[in-house]
Structure formats: structure tokens, C-alpha cells
């Protein structure tokens, strides 16, 4: 069974202090990995999609990279703005386009 | 370029009752997937439309059920609500079902309450 665990499930951080959110993951063979931004009470907003080790996707402060077992998203001098949830997802090549979440992480930057 | 559309944004229902979602794919998408959003369960996938036909059905009743339209525009329907049917309704589209057209795309959503 395919499953996503994401770690920390909250995250508090200063303005300008970087860190990195964790998607561990377990699937039969991977098509692709992607992660979202969730503001409260929104749909998810498509971040990025990776789909080979050692491929790694950037947007403004965000990076992420992904391994065979694991995905970071490092946010590097994070602003308020970038307070939201962050979901990671993978899908299957033999199961079409549905994806498995993880639980998401919940980010709060503070000024 | 318009983005994927939900309607209605919410609603309130009583138990018992049965309610339908629509939503419309960005234009040019085939793939139509739904899924059930609730705090104790997170994301959880529904069903899956591609060119009118269900290709792919995740683990809930049968209450839930779904269809596509010609246009790709897709509805859901949840017949006989209870009250742990109250959630946010999350319609996402795709391009296609293979390679790098699968990214998928999400509406803001329809939030049900039953009450």
C-alpha cells in the first residue's frame, strides 16, 4: 500500500530562518512526487513535481529535492507570507492520476 | 487561463438527504479526479474520470458515486448524507493519464455540512 509521512507536522520559524520540511514515502513504482501549498479553507496550490532521484525544482524561496525514499522542501529566508500547509503527495505509475497525501506539515513564519 | 471551478462553494444539507458537486477542468484537461478533505483523515482520493469513463475508484460506499460529462465537466453525488459526510470537496484536473501530463491542479473546493 502506498503511503506518505511528512515530518515535522508543525513548524514555527522566524522571518529569514531556513529549514526543511521531510516527505518520507513508500509506493510501487513511482510516476512522480509533488508537493502543494494549502492556505486555510483554499484547495491546494501545485508547487512542484519531481519524478527521479536526485531531480530538484526551485521557485522563489523554495527547493525541492528528492531522493528514492525521502523529499525536501527547504524554504530558505521564509516570510510571513509563506505560512501555510504543505502537502506532499506521490502517485503510482499502475494507478492513474490518483495521488496519496501525507498529513502535511503546518508552517508558521512569524515576523 | 481559467483554473479549475467548483460549484457550489458551500452548502449546508440535511441528513438523509443527497447532494451533487460540479466541477469544471481547465480547458484542454480529459482528467477529472475528486477527492474528500476532512481534518481527522486528510486527503483522501474518491474516483478518477478520464473521457467519460471511471478508471479508477478509491475505498468509499457506495453513496458516493460520480460521472463525465462530453465537455469533461464532471459531477458528484453523495446520496443518503450522514453527518460524517461533511467535508471540503476537492475537484482536481489533469491534462491526461500519462507521462508528465498527470500534474494535477485543484479548485478552491466545496464545503458541505450536514447537519
Known amino acids: 500500500e502506498d503511503q506518505v509521512t511528512q515530518s515535522p507536522e508543525a513548524l514555527r520559524l522566524q522571518e529569514g530562518e531556513s529549514s526543511s520540511l521531510n516527505c518520507s514515502y513508500t509506493?510501487?513504482?513511482?510516476?512522480?512526487l509533488f508537493w502543494y501549498r494549502q492556505d486555510p479553507g483554499k484547495g491546494p496550490e501545485f508547487l512542484f513535481t519531481l519524478y527521479s532521484a536526485g531531480e530538484e525544482k526551485e521557485k522563489e524561496r523554495l527547493k525541492a529535492t528528492l531522493t528514492k525514499k525521502e523529499s525536501f522542501l527547504h524554504i530558505t529566508a521564509p516570510k510571513p507570507e509563506d505560512s501555510a500547509t504543505y502537502l506532499c503527495a506521490v502517485q503510482a505509475s499502475s494507478r492513474g492520476n490518483k495521488l496519496v497525501f501525507g498529513a502535511g506539515t503546518i508552517l508558521r513564519v512569524k515576523s | 487561463k481559467a483554473g479549475v471551478t467548483q460549484t457550489p462553494r458551500y452548502l449546508i444539507k440535511t441528513r438523509g438527504q443527497q447532494v451533487t458537486l460540479s466541477c469544471s477542468p481547465i480547458s484542454g484537461h480529459r482528467s477529472v479526479s475528486w477527492y474528500q478533505q476532512t481534518p481527522g483523515q486528510g486527503l483522501q482520493f474518491l474516483f478518477e474520470y478520464f473521457s467519460e469513463t471511471q478508471r479508477n475508484k478509491g475505498n468509499f460506499p457506495g453513496r458516493f458515486s460520480g460521472r463525465q460529462f462530453s465537455n469533461s465537466r464532471s459531477e458528484m453525488n453523495v446520496s443518503t448524507l450522514e453527518l460524517g459526510d461533511s467535508a471540503l470537496y476537492l475537484c482536481a484536473s489533469s491534462l491526461g493519464m500519462t507521462g508528465r501530463n498527470t500534474e494535477a491542479f485543484f479548485g478552491q473546493g466545496t464545503r458541505l455540512t450536514v447537519v
Open positions: 509506493v510501487s513504482g513511482l510516476r512522480g
